[in-house]
């Protein structure tokens, strides 16, 4: 999977190593993530050393947003697409809001539980009309 897309699969794997794991150097981790596969290498590091640098602003937008479900309680996975959609959505103007939130939606179909795709959704949807205000 080329792209954008595999790209967006392997931030979520680095993420979700560096998350429940907390193991590696970055750049020995997307080193290892990315070995032979076909994705968008700069995106990827871009992302991963984004998220990482804004983790604290990154998570407290998630717990404002998300009310009942604070950021070290939720499910790992769901955790890390958040992270994903919310840098794209408050960092990367380049991506239009609606394809960041498809993309993690799709993410969590694929990675998260049955409930996972709808809460991703809500929190990112949520997060995407009040940038839109600002």
């Known amino acids: 999977m080329g792209g954008r897309k595999g790209a967006r699969e392997t931030v979520l794997k680095i993420l979700y190593r560096f998350d429940f794991l ?35 602003e990154i998570d407290g937008e998630i717990n404002r947003i998300s009310r009942r479900w604070k950021v070290e309680k939720m499910n790992p996975v769901d955790r890390n697409i958040l992270r994903i959609g919310c840098y794209e959505l408050i960092f990367k103007a380049d991506i239009p809001p609606k394809v960041s939130i498809n993309e993690a939606v799709e993410l969590a179909k694929k990675y998260g539980t049955e409930k996972s795709s709808a809460f991703v959704n809500g929190i990112l949807d949520r997060l995407a009309k009040e940038l839109q205000k600002t």
Do not use: P
């Open 22 to 56: 907390k193991e590696g150097k970055v750049e020995e981790v997307i080193e290892e993530e990315i070995k032979g596969k076909n994705v968008d290498r700069k995106y990827v590091e871009e992302m991963v050393t984004g998220i990482l640098s804004h983790k604290s």
